[in-house]
Every structure is written in structure tokens, then in C-alpha cells.
């Protein structure tokens, strides 16, 4: 493993940042390499992370590493470590930007095995401290970090107020591009996603053409979709109808059916889903 310290001076976007970010400690089997950075994007949500959440991270990710681009995130439980995790699943390079310092010894167990799962895997870990705990201001300035070093940002899950929303202005300010999931209106952690496409300050995030083109066999074979096709084949059901006739929660149906009709899998209209012809 090697470590070092690069001026942050001399990174691009950097000197519009503020406070002013003068060093980046960072941790990597291969080290600090600048063209990780030409196309890089940061993907962040919450902390609290739902089944939906989880399965959008799964799609956005590889799409993200299939098309080069270096994924980066917080380093935080939920949606930032889904992202390093589907990340390094599909054989990407990811870099994660800590609300902590580089040397900092009082974070959990679970944290270090990921940061050096990163590191083993080609990754960076990434710090602005070397000692420093991390602490509520801490966070919002890794935030800017992250904003700085992409060139798209990616939100997939958020409440109004949250540090994702700090990474979101700072993209702005910095001219970037972001890109926001839609989510169920009844999801507080939706609140923040929806309100930025709303409000026009985030593209809506969709998958790919070729994913929302996906055939009836693709989605008929996929266990966890197959039973809802099949009910959806013969009429139009609620998400309580559905919830019903296949003994899972609201909560749960309401996510998987979320993520079909991001696919294109299914339509819905006026509260109720059925397949599109």
C-alpha cells in the first residue's frame, strides 16, 4: 500500500471551493493518478438506504464503470458504501472521500474492512485531515470534496435537508452536472430527489436505453419479478392489490415495483401498474 499527500491547489475546480482545501492525503495499492479524474462521477444518497435505493445503486453503478468513469462517494453506511461495494463488484475504480482523517483510529470495524477492501482493490481513500475524528462539521467538507473531484454528480436517495444536498450545491456552484432518482412520493428520503427535478436543479436519472428496452423473457426470468409479471399479464393492480395477492409487504412491493417501471419493465398510471403494450 502507498500513501501520500497531493497539493490541492493544483487540482482543477479546487481553488473555487471554500473553505479552501490546500491537501489530500490519500491511501492506494497504486497511487494517486490524475486521470482517474478526467471522467469521474459521485454518487450519494442516504444514510438511510432502502430496498429501492439499494437496487437503483446496482443499476446506476455498472452503467457508470461500463462507461469509464471512476465512482466516488462518502464512505458513509447506505448508499455511499453500496456505491463502493457495487463499485468493486463490477470491476471498477472507486474512491472513497472521508468525513475523517486518513489516520484516524476510532472508526468501526466494518468501516476499516471496506476502506481496505478499496485499497486492495486498486481504489483510493481519500482525506483533507490526517488525525481529525469525524465530527458534524467534518461532513459537509468532505462534501465539497466530492463535488470537486466529479464531473457529474448522482443522487439517489435524499431527504431536503441532508449532506447530499450540500454535494448537490457545490456541484452547481462548481458548473457540474447532476443527475437525480425519482422516487415514491410517500419515501421522506425520495423528498430531496424529487424536489430537484422539480425544481429543475437535477436531470431525472433513467436507465439506459438499452435497459428500459429490456424483453418480456429478460423480466419474465428475473425471480423477483416474475410473480408480479405474471399477475400484471392478465389485469391492472394497485401496489395493495399486489401487496395481497402475493403476501409481501407495501413497503416492499412498492420499492420493486419502483425500480420496473424505472426499467420500463411496467407502466404505471393513476396508482395502477400493468404492462405496456
Known amino acids: 500500500m502507498k500513501q501520500g499527500v497531493v497539493d490541492a491547489t493544483k487540482i482543477p475546480n479546487f481553488s473555487a471551493v471554500k473553505p479552501a482545501v490546500k ?29 429501492y435505493g439499494r437496487r437503483v445503486v446496482d443499476k446506476i453503478v455498472p ?24 463499485c468493486m463488484a463490477s470491476g471498477g ?3 472513497a472521500v472521508l468525513g475523517w482523517g486518513i489516520d484516524y483510529k476510532g472508526i468501526t470495524a466494518e468501516d476499516l474492512s471496506i476502506m481496505n477492501e478499496i485499497i486492495e482493490k486498486g481504489g483510493l481513500v481519500v482525506s483533507e485531515w490526517e488525525d481529525q475524528a469525524g465530527t458534524l462539521w467534518t461532513f459537509p467538507q468532505r462534501d465539497r470534496i466530492m463535488a470537486a473531484l466529479a464531473d457529474e454528480v448522482y443522487v439517489v436517495e435524499a431527504a431536503v435537508k441532508s449532506g447530499s444536498m450540500i454535494t448537490v450545491e457545490w456541484a ?7 443527475w ?8 421522506r428520503v425520495s423528498d430531496g430527489t424529487n424536489r430537484l427535478i422539480a425544481e429543475k ?31 400484471l399479464e392478465n389485469e391492472t393492480l394497485t401496489v395493495d392489490e ?18 420496473m417501471t424505472l426499467s420500463g419493465e ?12
Do not use: C
Not at 436543479?201 to 416474475?226: F, G, Y
Not at 399486489?242 to 425500480?259: F, I, T
Open 93 to 95: 475504480r472507486t474512491v
Open 266 to 277: 411496467i407502466k404505471e398510471k393513476d396508482g395502477k401498474y400493468f404492462i405496456g403494450g
Open 172 to 178: 452547481i456552484k462548481l458548473g457540474k452536472r447532476v
Open 242 to 259: 399486489l401487496a395481497r395477492k402475493l403476501m409481501r409487504s407495501v413497503n416492499e412491493m412498492g420499492a420493486q415495483l419502483s425500480v
Open 63 to 86: 452503467q457508470l464503470v461500463n462507461g469509464g468513469a471512476t465512482v466516488i462517494s462518502g464512505m458513509m453506511y447506505g448508499v455511499d458504501q453500496a456505491a463502493h461495494r457495487a
Open 23 to 51: 491537501k489530500l492525503f490519500w491511501r492506494g495499492k497504486d497511487g494517486w493518478d490524475e486521470s482517474w479524474f478526467d471522467h469521474a462521477a459521485a454518487v450519494v444518497g442516504s444514510r438511510r438506504i432502502t430496498e
Open 201 to 231: 436543479k437535477a436531470q431525472m436519472w433513467l436507465p439506459e436505453q438499452q435497459v428500459s428496452q429490456r424483453t418480456t423473457n429478460d423480466a419474465k426470468s428475473d425471480d423477483k419479478n416474475a410473480d408480479i409479471y405474471r399477475l
Open 180 to 187: 437525480a432518482v425519482p422516487g415514491p412520493v410517500t419515501s
